[in-house]
């Protein structure tokens, strides 16, 4: 196709003879104004197991939930906008990662002066001693990685059943 | 282990060797020379063992061991997020339709991210102030009013300080510095203060009688705060000096109508001399050093005329300026408009 473009660009009386040909063409349709990122599929069966946090799509963020993060740099005129938008998303996935198949709820995350505070609801399928375990290491490690103390504020509960708020 | 059972025999294992037989791997890799494993398609035999998961013994919830008269400034020491098992408040939320109860504490992850404030409750906060009681000092009792505090400390200097959610503790924004003083606390002469004025421009409020001086210029706030006083201080021995030129100011650049140096005194002088048949010619000294108080409702028509010219323009200002005409030339005073 390339080649042929070339080609007709070097013989100027064929560009004139097949102009409507090369004109650039370029479909348009009216936009698709459907907001999909949030939310959830109702299934036949309606066995779909959602927590309050998944039932309420985000633009009810600030009117029936609150944010996940909590700090400063969201405000305008913040600092460190990004830099803690990435740590922020490092702790989510390292949360996600280390305490695999246990976190039933988002991670939140809350941040006073240096202090980071993350918050979780972990199900308790580990013996206690690992869940110990967990704790100062994903607080040891993340405060080495972010040079902040982190404490690491968990709730248990015995399975993914008590954090359930509805079925779609 | 499925080679212990294969050759299980009621009675025919003592304790002995089943003990090492667990114990060794070689025996097993011995035994398995000597028999062909079977395919076990269905898995009859050995049926695979379901894992029973342990049922971690959870004890009850702390909030309930609790008594009615503790210290709850001990068990909530500092800002935390909310855990269900401590706070002993039966506390619900979230956003449930018509009729339906909404969510209660436990699990609940909204009441986790909301910050709370239960290391914050009022005994609290009295035990801290009482701690912290003995690094304050007593406040100054001649400082008791705002207007004592305004003749002491007449500069006041304005910055702001920054508190982050994050590991900065630094912001641009805390560099400014703005220096206030009111002009009146300055020691200046009519002179020195009309030059401060045309050199400070847009930072004098005449509302407010306030020089304002913003620094931003410099990095780090000492070097503001360094500048803003240098320009007060520059400002005002500038404001002091009287330089050659400024001989020349004539009543053109003059910052007010000063009623003495004007035609308006000249034409009053020469009419009371009229009126009195004086005939005598002033020179420019003697018509500015005039005493109006000589003539009758004098000193009022030069206060009119003056409020005329620096007031502006006004039904107030226009009004005075009426009466004291006529008081001056003896005419009936105006009549109102019927």
Same mark, same amino acid.
């Given at each position: 196709?390339?080649?042929?473009?070339?080609?007709?660009?070097?013989? *100027?009386?064929?560009?004139?003879?097949?102009?409507?040909?090369?004109?650039?063409?370029?479909?348009?349709?009216? #936009?698709?104004?459907?907001?999909?990122?949030?939310?959830?599929?109702?299934?036949?069966?309606?066995?779909?197991?959602?927590?309050?946090?998944? *039932?309420?799509?985000?633009?009810?963020? #600030?009117?029936?939930?609150?944010?996940?993060?909590?700090?400063?740099?969201?405000?305008?005129?913040?600092?460190?906008?990004?830099?803690? #938008?990435?740590?922020?998303?490092?702790?989510?996935?390292?949360?996600?990662?280390?305490?695999?198949?246990?976190?039933?709820?988002?991670?939140?995350?809350?941040?006073?002066?240096?202090?980071?505070?993350? *918050?979780?609801?972990?199900?308790?399928?580990?013996?206690?001693?690992?869940?110990?375990?967990?704790?100062?290491?994903?607080?040891?490690?993340? #405060?080495?990685?972010?040079?902040?103390?982190?404490?690491?504020?968990?709730?248990?509960?015995?399975?993914?059943?008590?954090?359930?708020?509805?079925?779609? | 282990?499925? %080679?212990?059972?294969?050759?299980?025999?009621?009675?025919?294992?003592?304790?002995?060797?089943?003990?090492?037989?667990?114990?060794?791997?070689?025996?097993? =890799?011995?035994?398995? $020379?000597?028999?062909?494993? +079977?395919?076990?398609?269905?898995?009859?035999?050995?049926?695979?063992?379901?894992?029973?998961?342990?049922?971690?013994?959870?004890?009850?919830?702390?909030?309930?061991?609790?008594?009615?008269?503790?210290?709850? &400034?001990?068990?909530?020491?500092?800002?935390?997020?909310?855990?269900?098992?401590?706070?002993?408040?039966?506390?619900?939320?979230?956003?449930?339709?018509? &009729?339906?109860?909404?969510?209660?504490?436990?699990?609940?992850?909204?009441?986790?991210?909301?910050? =709370?404030?239960?290391?914050?409750?009022?005994? +609290?906060?009295?035990?801290?102030?009482?701690?912290?009681?003995?690094?304050?000092? @007593?406040?100054?009792?001649? %400082?008791?009013?705002?207007?004592?505090?305004?003749?002491?400390?007449?500069? /006041?200097?304005?910055?702001?300080?920054?508190?982050?959610?994050?590991?900065?503790?630094?912001?641009? %924004?805390?560099?400014?510095?703005?220096?206030?003083?009111?002009?009146?606390?300055?020691?200046?002469?009519?002179?020195?203060?009309?030059?401060?004025?045309?050199?400070?421009?847009?930072?004098?409020?005449?509302?407010?009688?306030?020089?304002?001086?913003?620094?931003?210029?410099?990095?780090?706030?000492?070097? =503001? %705060?360094?500048?803003?006083?240098?320009?007060?201080?520059?400002?005002?021995?500038?404001?002091?000096?009287? /330089?050659?030129? /400024?001989?020349?100011?004539?009543?053109?650049?003059?910052?007010?109508?000063?009623?003495?140096?004007?035609?308006?005194?000249?034409?009053?002088?020469?009419?009371?001399?009229?009126?009195?048949?004086?005939?005598?010619?002033?020179?420019?000294? @003697?018509?500015?050093?005039?005493?109006?108080?000589?003539?009758?409702?004098?000193?009022?028509?030069?206060?009119?005329?003056?409020?005329?010219? =620096?007031? &502006?323009?006004? $039904?107030?200002?226009?009004?005075?300026?009426?009466?004291?005409?006529?008081?001056?030339? &003896?005419?009936? $005073?105006?009549?109102?408009?019927?």
């Amino acid at each position: 196709m390339n080649f042929s473009v070339i080609k007709l660009a070097q013989n *100027a009386s064929i560009i004139t003879k097949n102009a409507p040909l090369l004109a650039s063409q370029f479909h348009t349709s009216t #936009a698709l104004c459907r907001v999909v990122s949030g939310k959830y599929r109702i299934t036949k069966r309606r066995d779909k197991p959602l927590t309050y946090e998944m *039932a309420n799509p985000p633009h009810y963020i #600030a009117h029936r939930k609150t944010w996940n993060s909590w700090n400063t740099s969201n405000l305008k005129d913040g600092v460190r906008r990004s830099e803690t #938008a990435l740590e922020d998303e490092f702790i989510r996935r390292f949360m996600n990662g280390t305490w695999h198949g246990l976190v039933c709820s988002e991670i939140i995350i809350k941040r006073q002066f240096n202090h980071i505070r993350v *918050a979780a609801i972990i199900r308790r399928a580990v013996s206690p001693t690992k869940m110990y375990f967990l704790l100062g290491y994903s607080e040891e490690l993340m #405060a080495n990685w972010l040079q902040c103390p982190v404490t690491l504020e968990l709730q248990t509960v015995d399975s993914f059943k008590d954090v359930v708020f509805k079925y779609i | 282990m499925s %080679l212990f059972i294969k050759h299980y025999r009621p009675g025919s294992i003592f304790k002995k060797q089943i003990l090492w037989r667990l114990n060794s791997s070689v025996a097993e =890799n011995h035994e398995s $020379e000597e028999e062909f494993r +079977v395919l076990d398609i269905l898995k009859k035999r050995d049926k695979q063992q379901k894992r029973v998961a342990r049922r971690i013994d959870v004890p009850a919830d702390r909030a309930e061991k609790m008594s009615t008269d503790q210290n709850w &400034g001990n068990v909530w020491p500092g800002p935390r997020s909310f855990h269900p098992s401590t706070v002993p408040l039966p506390i619900r939320q979230g956003f449930v339709p018509k &009729g339906q109860v909404p969510p209660g504490k436990k699990a609940n992850a909204e009441l986790m991210k909301i910050p =709370n404030f239960l290391h914050l409750t009022p005994p +609290v906060i009295k035990t801290q102030c009482e701690a912290i009681k003995k690094f304050c000092t @007593e406040w100054p009792k001649l %400082l008791n009013s705002e207007e004592a505090i305004e003749k002491h400390y007449p500069v /006041e200097v304005i910055t702001s300080d920054y508190c982050h959610a994050s590991p900065t503790i630094r912001n641009p %924004l805390a560099r400014v510095v703005t220096l206030r003083v009111k002009l009146s606390t300055l020691n200046l002469d009519k002179h020195a203060k009309d030059k401060l004025l045309r050199l400070v421009g847009d930072h004098y409020d005449e509302k407010t009688d306030l020089i304002t001086l913003t620094a931003d210029r410099c990095p780090m706030r000492r070097q =503001n %705060l360094d500048y803003v006083n240098y320009l007060l201080t520059a400002c005002y021995h500038e404001a002091w000096t009287v /330089e050659d030129w /400024e001989k020349e100011k004539m009543e053109a650049d003059m910052e007010y109508y000063d009623w003495n140096n004007n035609q308006s005194k000249k034409n009053l002088v020469n009419w009371y001399h009229k009126c009195i048949n004086k005939d005598i010619a002033l020179s420019e000294d @003697e018509y500015k050093s005039f005493d109006t108080s000589v003539i009758d409702h004098g000193e009022e028509y030069k206060l009119a005329v003056s409020s005329l010219f =620096n007031d &502006g323009e006004r $039904e107030e200002t226009i009004n005075n300026y009426d009466t004291a005409v006529r008081k001056l030339l &003896g005419l009936p $005073e105006r009549k109102p408009i019927e």
